[in-house]
């Protein structure tokens, strides 16, 4: 069977064509687009007109490319940003009326079954384990161990809904930083209760953001072709200062770091930190498998 799974993330929309067959899979295609969905409102949970249209012609683009394959299955997977829209259900309807793409518009819950259906894929949880998502509307937590999940939520507090609320300076100021700390302790208070009952001992960072801090930390490694790698814990505190300390024109020129992110990575770095402050994990590992494999798992 060949299966197609969109991701329609709050910031990027990708796309993976897959081969599947009797628990194997093998990508035939894969691709993303950065759509930035979330732009200029989305605390105050709108898509706007230029964003909305955006989104549309990517899922136009993604179509073209499912044409090219004999594909048996789309799963077109919606996350927090049209999940929060109050013109969500408009681009939903606009994507199956001007695409040909019907969307799923999926849950916290089903987020994160899906964002550990995708980690756990890799093998990489042999301990109890703390999954972390950073995505643009929503963050996904999952203590798991080999058998399981053992406590799992979404919270409103992505890497886009923190930037539009809190990033007012140039370099982030401390008192910006403060601010989102102070968030960050106030929203996560059951996530510290939890960890503090079952400390996990390894963190596991899913795609995006981390495969960022993965390659300008070992930047010789190309992390697309891997599964998963390991991160440094004190090099990834000597590149997270670097982050926090630069301006947006000289994160611009940072190797490894592409455009999109060269802003929400500095809150990506804040919300990374705190969380291994949080827990002091003995490991620090980024999986490339993420929610639109745990779908494709799902399938197979």
Known sequence: ?????????????????????????????????????????????????????RGIIALKEFKKEISKHNVDIVKAIATSAIRSAKN????????????????????GDQEADYIYQGVNATGLIDNTS???????????????????????????????????AYFKSDPISKKDQEAICLKLR?????????????????????????????????????????KES??????????SEKLIMSTHSERTNFKGLIKLRVDMIVIASLLTNYTLEMINPEKFSVSTYDLKMGVLSTLN
């Open 88 to 107: 969500g259900l408009d681009f939903v309807n606009a994507a199956k009326a001007q695409a040909g793409i019907e969307i799923t518009v999926i849950n």
């Open 230 to 239: 390991t991160i440094s814990i004190s090099s990834y505190f000597e590149l």
């Open 130 to 164: 703390l999954i972390v998502d950073i995505g643009g509307g929503s963050t996904e937590f999952i203590l798991c161990n080999h058998g399981g999940v053992l406590w799992k939520k979404s919270y409103d507090i992505g890497a886009a809904r923190l930037q539009q």
């Open 186 to 226: 106030t929203e996560l208070s059951d996530l510290r209760a939890v960890c503090d009952r079952h400390k996990p001992l390894h963190l596991i960072g899913s795609a995006g953001a981390f495969e960022s801090f993965a390659t300008m930390i070992n930047d010789d490694v190309d992390i697309k072709q891997l």
């Open 1 to 53: 069977m060949t299966a197609a799974v969109i991701d329609l993330g709050t910031n990027t929309f990708h796309l993976i064509i897959a081969e599947l067959s009797a628990g194997n899979l093998r990508t035939l295609f894969k691709t993303n687009l950065p759509v930035k969905l979330g732009e200029g409102k989305i605390n105050e949970n709108i898509i706007i007109p230029e964003a909305f249209e």
